[in-house]
């Protein structure tokens, strides 16, 4: 138990790790359309910006995160 308890504490500590490496407005639209579960359309209202550019920033976020976690496929 205390063992599951440690590598997910772990888990997030790396995941926190990673969030940093991304730019700010990165993190923020991530945490709009992933963690709280908005739209494209609905976090580029919030933010003042296009679907496109939210989309584009969520592309760039992924994959930097998927590079950061080895799991890049390029």
């Known amino acids: ?10 888990e997030i500590v790396l995941l926190y790790k990673h969030l940093e490496k991304l730019t700010r407005r990165q993190r923020e639209i991530l945490m709009l359309c992933v963690v709280e579960g908005r739209t494209h359309m609905e976090a580029a209202r919030e933010l ?6 939210i989309t584009d920033s969520l592309k760039k976020s ?4 998927r590079k950061l976690y080895g799991l890049d496929k390029n």
């Open 1 to 10: 138990m205390l063992e599951e308890q440690d590598k997910k504490r772990e």
């Open 62 to 65: 992924l994959a930097r995160l």
């Open 48 to 53: 003042g910006t296009s679907r496109q550019a």
